[in-house]
T-cell receptor, first 115, second 113 residues
C-alpha cells in the first residue's frame, strides 16, 4: 500500500538555522510529490510540488525540495529559517494505485522557530 | 474570490446525532475531498469525488456519507456521531488529480460529546 513517512514529528530551531525535513514514500511507480504548510490557525496551502523535470524544486518563501527517486525521498529544505516559518508541514504523494489516482499525506512535522 | 468555504466552522454535538458539514467551492474544480486531521495521524482521506454524482471511499470512510449533486458542493454527513469522530475536518478541491494542487478550506472543528 502507498504510504508516506515523515521522520521528524516536532522540530525546534533557532532563527537563521538551516532546516531539512525528511519525507519518504513507498511506491515504485510514477509519483507527484507535494509539500503543504499549515500556519497556526490557517488552512493548508501548497508550498511546492514536483511533477516532472528538474528534481530540485523551488517553492515559496525560500523553501526547496529535492526528489531523489533512488531513495524514494522528497526532503524539504530552507537554508535559514525565520520565526514566521513556525507551522506544520505535510508531505503528500499522488500516485496511481489499483487503477485510480490516490493522494496520501504524511502525519506532518511541527516546526517551531525560536526568535 | 470566495474560493473554498466550509460551514459551520465550529460544531458541538452529542453522540448519536446526525451532523452535516458543508463544503462549497467557486472554481468549478472537478475533484473534491474530505479529510480529517488528528494528532498523530496527520491528514486522512475520508471520501473524495471526481465529479458530480461520482464519489469514492478514502482511507477512513466508516461512519460517514457524502453526496455530490452539484459540482460546487460536497457535503459530509456523520450519520450517528461518535466521540471518535471528534476532529478537524478539511475540505479540499483540485482541478484534476495527477500532479494537481489541492486547495483547502479553513476547516471545521467538530466536538462530539
Amino acid at each position: 500500500a502507498q504510504s508516506v513517512s515523515q521522520h521528524n514529528h516536532h522540530v525546534i530551531l533557532s532563527e537563521a538555522a538551516s532546516l531539512e525535513l525528511g519525507c519518504n514514500y513507498s511506491y515504485g511507480g510514477t509519483v507527484n510529490l507535494f509539500w503543504y504548510v499549515q500556519y497556526p490557525g490557517q488552512h493548508l496551502q501548497l508550498l511546492l510540488k514536483y511533477f516532472s523535470g528538474d528534481p530540485l524544486v523551488k517553492g515559496i518563501k525560500g523553501f526547496e525540495a529535492e526528489f531523489i527517486k533512488s531513495k524514494f525521498s522528497f526532503n524539504l529544505r530552507k537554508p535559514s529559517v525565520q520565526w514566521s516559518d513556525t507551522a506544520e508541514y505535510f508531505c503528500a504523494v499522488n500516485a496511481r494505485a489499483g487503477g485510480y489516482q490516490k493522494v496520501t499525506f504524511g502525519i506532518g512535522t511541527k516546526l517551531q522557530v525560536i526568535p | 474570490d470566495a474560493g473554498i468555504t466550509q460551514s459551520p466552522r465550529y460544531k458541538i454535538t452529542e453522540t448519536g446525532r446526525q451532523v452535516t458539514l458543508m463544503c462549497h467551492q467557486t472554481w468549478s474544480h472537478s475533484y473534491m475531498f474530505w479529510y480529517r486531521q488528528d494528532l498523530g495521524h496527520g491528514l486522512r482521506l475520508i471520501y473524495y469525488s471526481a465529479a458530480a454524482d461520482i464519489t469514492d471511499k478514502g482511507e477512513v470512510p466508516d461512519g460517514y456519507v457524502v453526496s455530490r449533486s452539484k459540482t460546487e458542493n460536497f457535503p459530509l454527513t456523520l450519520e450517528s456521531a461518535t466521540r471518535s469522530q471528534t476532529s478537524v475536518y478539511f475540505c479540499a478541491s483540485s482541478f484534476g488529480l495527477a500532479g494537481e494542487t489541492q486547495y483547502f478550506g479553513p476547516g471545521t472543528r467538530l466536538l462530539v460529546l
